[in-house]
């Protein structure tokens, strides 16, 4: 197979209609219009530490493959790697920060993968990606390049990247199945007893309120409900992060969402007596529902779990969806029907010192400290 490559600065240069034919089967987040979202709003940008370098592969010039990247100048809340490449930049001098990077940026869920067409040979241009990507960063004297979050972690795809010198990172992830549920009840069903009270109590407590919450398309709400979802997500965001630390998303880019995305968007939607108290956005496509952003007007004991898991599960029953990808973090899912998923992340350091170093370091790290992440899986040293 004789593939060229040609590499570029902004998605939007990129024709539409060609990346989202290659994204078909991919998740919303690898949506032409999300990552649009996401550059045109200045929430991914060179100031922030994301310079988009995305990989286009032809095949006697037609477009076969995609790689969406970027170069990448810092390690700070990349989610995949635990904070390792920071701490081995702070501790070493050398900059394993830089390099390039395949990720969905501030969104730590497996969603991320190389785009490719129907029919083609997947672990041979996949292979070619990560050879050019080696070059490039041969090239440029960069220390790392890194995947996270990649949605295929079969056995054929991690023997690729271990094969090819990357560094597996193995780590836990929570995800909801329809394990052929056609009703709610037959969901709380699949509790103990005892469970199952505590899920009915937490519901009849925000139902004894008056309080109703529906799922609405993205397509039918008014655009004021993308403005206040911005408004939300920023309470919610200084609520956690306080006020020193910049969100990672602006306005521009839920207005965006609303212009560009909408047939992806659906919300959960608390009301009382006609007044709005919380929402939630979710994106969907296929047959997965993705939990995104949540924020209330008013605490309410139960209302975060109702609007963002309960109601959300019994609308995924009846609309058929075979998972639900909840977003990152809390082990409280568990006892709300989730279930633990392996993910896998990949590393690769570049140059003859940086690879030694690294090893050295990270088999005294394995020796005396617990690893921010389940395991690693060693990559085959490049010559």
């Not at 109702?306 to 568990?334: N, Q, S, V, W």
Request: with cysteine.
């Amino acid at each position: 197979m004789s593939v060229r490559f040609e590499t570029f600065s902004r998605v939007e240069d990129i024709d539409k209609h060609m990346w989202n034919r290659l994204a078909a089967d991919a998740s919303p987040l690898m949506d032409w219009e999300y990552l649009y979202a996401l550059e045109k709003s200045g929430s991914v940008s060179e100031e922030g530490g994301y310079r988009p370098f995305h990989i286009v592969a032809y095949w006697d010039e037609e477009p076969i493959a995609i790689a969406p990247l970027y170069i990448r100048d810092r390690a700070w809340v990349e989610f995949g790697d635990g904070g390792l490449l920071e701490f081995l930049t702070e501790l070493t001098g050398i900059p394993y920060h830089v390099g390039v990077l395949g990720t969905v940026p501030f969104t730590p869920v497996p969603g991320y993968q190389f785009l490719h067409s129907k029919g083609i040979a997947t672990f041979k241009i996949y292979k070619q990606i990560l050879q050019y990507i080696d070059f490039f960063c041969s090239s440029k004297g960069f220390a790392t390049s890194r995947i996270y979050f990649l949605s295929d972690s079969t056995l054929e795809m991690r023997s690729l990247f271990v094969g090819n010198g990357y560094i597996a990172i193995k780590n836990k992830y929570y995800l909801w199945f329809n394990r052929n549920f056609r009703t709610f009840d037959d969901y709380l069903l699949s509790f103990k007893s005892s469970r199952r009270t505590k899920i009915k109590r937490e519901l009849r407590t925000v139902r004894q309120q008056d309080i109703e919450i529906r799922m609405i398309p993205g397509t039918e709400v008014p655009e004021s409900y993308y403005e206040e979802m911005y408004d939300l997500y920023l309470q919610t965001w200084i609520k956690h992060m306080g006020r020193d630390i910049r969100p990672f998303l602006n306005r521009d880019f839920f207005q965006l969402l609303e212009k560009n995305f909408r047939h992806r968007c659906s919300f959960s939607v608390a009301t009382q007596s006609g007044k709005k108290l919380a929402m939630a956005l979710f994106y969907y496509k296929g047959s997965t529902l993705y939990g995104r952003y949540w924020g209330c007007y008013e605490e309410i004991p139960f209302l975060h779990f109702a609007t963002c898991y309960y109601y959300p599960i019994e609308y995924a029953i009846r609309e058929g969806y075979a998972m639900m990808d909840p977003g990152f973090g809390g082990e409280h899912k568990l006892i709300r029907g989730y279930e633990v998923v392996p993910v896998y992340h990949y590393i690769k350091f570049h140059g003859k010192k940086q690879r030694e170093v690294a090893e050295t370091v990270m088999q005294k790290l394995r020796a005396h400290y617990t690893l921010p992440f389940e395991s690693l899986e060693d990559g085959q040293k490049s010559p």
